[in-house]
């Protein structure tokens, strides 16, 4: 498995608080229209001449969905915005998150933090991509990966993520989520379940942002009138910052994630804030602007 790199690319500054990119696993192809139902085929037509090579392959009509966490120093705190698939987790019939051993906490080394450093992880919702470092295998047990963090995440999420544990129905890599990347945060005390919005401090705040999970939360980052917002999976690809109303397969409740969408879109564009998904290629963040279709993407993220 290929260790990407940790380039300028992977840094951002906002006022007082820094934050960088930690990447994962190599990206991963997605079906498009598999993935989006409703997506229109003369809509990534007309975008793939930009899409390509960094968020489509055109040949195999896939996105291409990359995995990293975000890192955020600020002046009080260290923390880390969801962990990825994590390493030799059980997710039969799962490939992007299936027995990986990839160089994730090296990486974080990398950028100048162990992992007994981090103060916060923040879960914006729980899928297997998003809370696979939560834990890591030691001596055959699952313990938490950071042992001085308190772990963040939506009451909602949890429960129903305890729920799903209990479904016969449900695959056995969805079943098992709980048991090894969240029950033994929580057994540890480590745990915080949130409901509503909670200040981590003047900085850093989540809020609730529902619709792609009922318990999604998003993170809005701001130091001296510079921001971002992280925003988990509210978009999967580039191209849903102008299609905003396509929802993907994967959402629970597609109309309200519509909405909240539209929420962080026009939080992004009001206040010249970053977005930050977890699934975008190079450059991996975008401003937003709005325009007369509702939103455009704003590449332009150097300075
Ligand atoms: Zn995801």
Not at 65 to 87: A, E, K, Q
Request: hydrophobic share 40%; with cysteine; aromatic share 8%.
């Amino acid at each position: 498995m290929g260790q990407e790199s940790i380039d300028t690319m992977d840094q951002h500054r906002f006022g007082e608080v820094s934050v960088a990119r930690i990447p994962e696993r190599e990206p991963m192809r997605e079906p498009m229209f598999k993935f989006f139902p409703e997506m229109p085929e003369e809509v990534v037509a007309a975008n793939e001449h930009w899409l390509a090579p960094l968020h489509y392959h055109p040949e195999s009509r896939s996105m291409l969905l990359h995995f990293h966490s975000w890192l955020v120093r600020t002046r009080h705190h260290t923390i880390l915005v969801d962990t990825c698939n994590g390493n030799h987790k059980p997710r039969p019939g799962l490939a992007m998150s299936d027995a990986l051993n990839s160089p994730f906490l090296e990486n974080l080394r990398h950028a100048g933090v162990a992992p007994e450093d981090i103060d916060f992880v923040m879960c914006t919702h729980l899928h297997p991509d998003h809370v696979g470092w939560n834990t890591r295998l030691h001596d055959g047990r699952w313990v938490p990966t950071f042992p001085n963090a308190k772990y963040l995440m939506s009451r909602i999420e949890h429960d129903a993520c305890a729920r799903l544990a209990e479904d016969g129905a449900k695959p056995q890599w969805a079943r098992n989520i709980y048991q090894d990347s969240v029950l033994p945060v929580v057994e540890a005390g480590l745990a915080r379940l949130l409901e509503g919005s909670h200040a981590v401090d003047d900085n850093f705040t989540i809020h609730p942002a529902p619709g792609h999970t009922m318990g999604t939360c998003r993170a809005d980052l701001e130091s001296n009138g510079d921001g971002a917002i992280f925003c988990g999976d509210i978009l999967h690809t580039p191209l849903q910052v102008e299609h905003w109303q396509i929802a993907s397969r994967t959402c629970e409740d597609k109309p309200l994630s519509v909405k909240s969408r539209h929420a962080l879109l026009a939080a992004c564009a009001e206040r010249q804030a970053l977005l930050l998904p977890m699934h975008f290629g190079p450059p991996y963040a975008s401003y937003v602007k709005s325009s007369s279709t509702g939103f455009a993407l704003d590449w332009n993220i150097a300075g």
